[in-house]
């Protein structure tokens, strides 16, 4: 893993930018992972300015979402539907028929997460796939004890990440109680995964992704096993790290070609 720490969200979220501004520039058919919460909200800000004022072009990019809730439909305002045409999609110029998020209103859920795994497989995969973490170490919704080999499928909230999407509901009796998500399978099956988290509130779940032991009741923690996963985090994040120093250290031997 590579895990390199910036002193703020800001500074975070401009460098994630350029990483997934670079390779849509190198290929302009990029497909992207996505995720929603609040990490993300200043990279999605980046790319539109990018798009705006430096013409990086998405007409061609693909773009799948990690994970919606079961029973909202794509125009609810709590939707991820909604969340990323709020904050992505109606920014940029990318088409409507490039970008995937799961049907949370599915009637068949099973065939549902089948047919969006089969949609990613003939986009040829993703290339680069973006990641929150919560604070128990989920990745997309794959809560703790989620299997490490799991593909895109029906799962329950925990109430702590229930809790942590009062604000957007309004009260916890609003949130729903299940999700589809990306599998971790599906997600170690990227070309790049791209880790972002700020704050001290997430310190405990990075460091036991980084440097715990490989376990299902870390669910982030199967990204040690991938061939390409960096690992984006401000100061407090990055807080509870014990080779934070060894980190520091690497991301300033960088050469200047290979600095994101
Ligand atoms: P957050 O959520 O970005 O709102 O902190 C991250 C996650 O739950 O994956």
Redesign the pocket.
């Known amino acids: 893993m590579e895990i390199i720490i910036r002193p703020d969200p800001a500074a975070t979220s401009e460098m994630a930018a350029r990483i997934v501004a670079r390779l849509v520039r190198d290929d302009r058919r990029a497909v992207l992972g996505l ?6 909200l200043r990279l999605y800000a980046e790319l539109a300015r990018m798009h705006r004022d430096e013409d990086l072009d998405f007409s061609r990019v693909t773009t799948f979402n990690l994970d919606e809730y079961v029973g909202l439909p794509p125009e609810h305002p709590s939707s991820y539907h909604s969340f990323m045409t709020e904050h992505l999609f109606r920014h940029i110029n990318i088409g409507p028929a490039r970008v995937h998020v799961p049907d949370g209103m599915a009637d068949d859920i099973p065939a549902c997460c089948s047919r969006y795994e089969r949609y990613i497989r003939e986009s040829e995969g993703i290339d680069l796939q973006i ?4 604070r128990q170490g ?4 794959n809560e703790p004890s989620s299997s490490l080999a799991s593909r895109t499928r029906i799962k329950t909230l925990t109430e702590t ?1 229930r809790s ?1 999407s009062v604000e957007e509901f309004g009260g916890v009796e609003h949130v729903p109680r299940h999700v589809i998500t990306m599998g971790i399978g599906t997600i170690m099956d990227s070309g790049m995964c791209l880790l972002l988290a700020f704050g001290k509130e ?1 310190a405990t779940a990075v460091a036991q992704t980084v440097e715990g032991p490989v376990s299902a009741m870390v669910p982030a923690s199967a990204l040690q096993m991938h061939e390409h996963c960096t690992v984006l985090v401000d100061e407090e994040a990055a807080s509870e790290l014990r080779l934070a120093d060894y980190y520091r250290h690497v991301f300033k031997q960088k050469p200047e070609w290979q600095r994101p």
Not at 131 to 134: A, E, K, N, Q, T
């Open positions: 995720a929603t919460g609040k990490t993300p990641l929150g973490i919560g989920h990745i997309g919704f990440t942590d997430k």
